[in-house]
C-alpha cells in the first residue's frame, strides 16, 4: 500500500514490488547498458540518459522501507543489483553507490519528517550523489567542510569536496561536514586535524545558490563517473536538511558495511564482466597456438592450457560471488537483530569480500590479456578498461587494513572499529 504522503507527489517512476522483481529489472538494464559502455568509456560519453534509465527503473528506490512505499530488499539482492550492473558497465554501477548509502543515513538517523520527504524523492526518482572526501587533509576522516549555525536555526555551508561521484547526476548532494567554525583543539591540532565539531550530513540541492559541481575527473578507470569537485560557497541549509551522523558509529551499525558490501559488488561484478568479455573473445576472435593444433587442438578454445587457466580465473570469479553473498547474508542477519557481535560479523564478512573482489578484479581484468592473446591488446577494442576500472575503484580503500581487521577478529576476537569504511 502507497501512504498517502506518496501518492501526492505523483511520481512518474516504476513502483518495483519485490527482490525478484529488482532482480529481474537489473539484470534487463545490464544487458542494456553493456551493449555500449565500452564507447562511453572511450569516449568518456557521461552515461545521464543511462542514469535516468536507472531512476525511471525504480531501481534506486529498493531500499526504501515498505512503511514508506519501498520495496524494502535484502542486502543479498542490492548487492547482485550492483553485481549485475558493475558486470555491464563498472562506472555507471558506481555512480549511484552513494546514493544508497545515503539512503541508509537517513534511515538510521533521520527524523520521520526527514524520511518522509527525502524517501519520497527517492521514490520519485530523484538521485542522492555525494559530497565527502577532500583534498590536502591529514587523512581521510579529518573533515574541514563546516556547517556554520546561524540565529534562526539553519546553517551556512562552506567548503570544497573531491571525489564526488554522482554529483553530478544529483538532484540532492549528501555533504558531510562539522558543526563549527573550524578551530582546532589541542588534541585535534596534534593529530594534524580539525576536530571541533561532530560529523552531521547537510543534504542539499545540487542547484542551490553557492553550490557547484565540477567535472574535473581524470582518473584512468571509471572514467565516465564524473567523479569531480564540488565547491560550496556559503550554501543555505535548512535545519530540517541536516542530520547527525557522528550519531551513527555510538553504537552497534552497519553503515560501513553497507557501503563496502556495494564496493564488494562492484568489484565482483568486474571481475565476473572481464571474464564473460575474455571467454567471448577466446571462442570468437582468438587463433589457436600453433603448438597446441600439432597436438591435435583446432581451435583456442579446445586448448588445454587455455581451458586450465579458464578454469582457474573461474574458481575467482565464483569465489568472490560467493563471499558477496555469504557478508550480504550476514548483513540481513545483523539488521534483524543488531547487536555488537552481529555488527562485528557483518563487518568481518564485507570486509572478507571486498579483500576477495578487490584482487580478483584486479587479476581477472589483467588476465584476459594472457588468454585472448596479441589481439586483444588493440586499443579500439577497449578490453583494457576492465583492468583499469578495477585497479581504480579499489584504490578506494586499502584492503591491507581489512585483512589487519579480519586477523584480529580471528586471533582474538576484537571486533572491527566502528567507522563508514568497515
Not at 534509465?53 to 531501481?59: E, I
Not at 547487536?339 to 562485528?344: F, I, K, P, S, V
Given at each position: 500500500?502507497i501512504a498517502?504522503?506518496?501518492r501526492a507527489?505523483g511520481a512518474?517512476?516504476?513502483a518495483?514490488?519485490?527482490?525478484a ?9 545490464a ?6 559502455a565500452?564507447?562511453r ?11 535516468d ?7 534506486l528506490a529498493v ?6 512505499g519501498g520495496?524494502e530488499?535484502s542486502a543479498r ?9 558493475a558486470a555491464a558497465?563498472p562506472s ?5 553507490q552513494?546514493?544508497f ?5 537517513l534511515?538510521r538517523?533521520g527524523?520521520?519528517?526527514q524520511r518522509?520527504f527525502f524517501?519520497?524523492e527517492?521514490l520519485a526518482?530523484?538521485?542522492f550523489g555525494?559530497a565527502?572526501s ?6 581521510v576522516?579529518?573533515?574541514?567542510t563546516?556547517?556554520l549555525?546561524?540565529?534562526d536555526g539553519a546553517?551556512?555551508?562552506?567548503g ?14 549528501p555533504?558531510?561536514?562539522r558543526?563549527g567554525?573550524?578551530e582546532?583543539t589541542?588534541?585535534?591540532?596534534a593529530?594534524g586535524a580539525?576536530q571541533?565539531?561532530p560529523?552531521h550530513v547537510?543534504?542539499v540541492?545540487?542547484d542551490?545558490p553557492g ?5 574535473d ?7 565516465t563517473t564524473?567523479s569531480?569537485t564540488?565547491?560550496l560557497?556559503?550554501v543555505?541549509?535548512a ?6 551522523h557522528?550519531l551513527t558509529?555510538?553504537g552497534?551499525?552497519?553503515?560501513g558495511a553497507?557501503?563496502q ?5 562492484i ?5 565476473a564482466?572481464a ?7 577466446v571462442?570468437?576472435r ?10 591435435g ?7 588445454p592450457?587455455?581451458v586450465?587457466r579458464f578454469?582457474e580465473?573461474?574458481?575467482g570469479v565464483?569465489?568472490?560471488a560467493?563471499?558477496?553473498a555469504?557478508?550480504a ?6 539488521r534483524?537483530e ?9 563487518s568481518i564478512?564485507v ?10 578484479a584486479?587479476?581477472t581484468g589483467?588476465?584476459?590479456?594472457e588468454?585472448?592473446g596479441?589481439?586483444a591488446?588493440q586499443?579500439g ?5 576492465f583492468w583499469r576500472?578495477a585497479?581504480?575503484h579499489?584504490?578506494h ?7 589487519q ?6 586471533l582474538?576476537g576484537?571486533r572491527?572499529?566502528r567507522?563508514?569504511l568497515?
Open positions: 500500500m498517502p504522503w506518496l507527489l512518474e517512476v516504476l518495483l514490488g519485490d527482490d522483481e529488482a532482480l529481474a529489472v537489473a539484470a534487463a538494464l544487458g542494456e547498458f553493456r551493449a555500449g565500452a564507447a568509456d572511450a569516449e568518456r560519453a557521461l552515461p545521464r540518459a543511462e542514469v534509465r536507472l531512476s525511471a527503473s525504480g531501481l531500499s526504501v522501507p515498505r512503511a514508506y520495496a530488499v539482492t542490492l548487492a547482485e543489483i550492483f553485481r549485475l550492473l558497465d555507471l554501477a558506481q555512480i549511484p552513494s546514493h548509502v545515503y539512503v541508509n543515513v534511515l538517523q527524523t520521520e519528517e518522509k524517501l519520497g527517492v526518482g530523484r538521485r555525494n565527502q577532500e583534498k590536502g587533509t591529514a587523512h576522516q579529518d573533515i574541514r563546516r556547517l549555525p546561524g540565529a546553517y551556512l555551508l562552506t570544497e569536496k573531491h571525489y564526488a561521484t554522482g554529483a553530478l547526476f544529483a538532484d540532492w548532494i555533504v558531510l561536514a558543526v567554525a573550524g582546532r589541542a588534541r585535534g591540532a593529530r580539525a571541533d565539531g560529523l547537510a543534504y540541492r545540487s542551490a553550490v557547484s559541481v565540477v567535472d575527473w581524470d582518473g584512468m578507470g571509471q572514467r564524473a569531480g564540488v565547491r560557497a556559503e543555505a541549509v535545519a530540517d536538511r541536516v542530520v547527525p557522528h558509529f555510538e552497534p551499525q552497519l553503515h553497507v557501503a558490501l556495494l564496493h564488494a559488488a568489484d565482483a561484478g568486474i571481475a564482466g571474464l564473460e568479455e575474455a571467454a567471448a573473445f571462442r570468437t582468438s587463433r589457436p597456438w600453433f603448438e597446441a593444433v600439432g597436438e587442438y583446432g581451435t583456442a578454445a579446445e586448448d592450457l587455455l586450465q578454469g580465473l573461474a574458481l565464483r569465489a568472490s560467493a563471499l558477496l555469504a557478508a547474508d550476514a548483513v540481513d542477519a545483523a534483524a543488531l547487536t555488537d557481535e552481529t555488527a562485528a560479523e557483518a564478512a570486509a572478507a569480500a571486498k579483500a576477495h573482489a578487490a584482487g580478483t584486479v587479476d589483467s588476465a584476459l590479456f588468454v585472448a596479441t589481439r591488446a586499443d577494442l577497449n578490453l583494457h578498461r576500472d585497479r581504480t579499489t584504490l580503500d586499502p584492503v591491507r587494513w581489512k585483512v581487521h579480519i586477523g584480529r577478529y580471528v582474538t576484537a572491527p572499529p567507522h563508514g568497515l
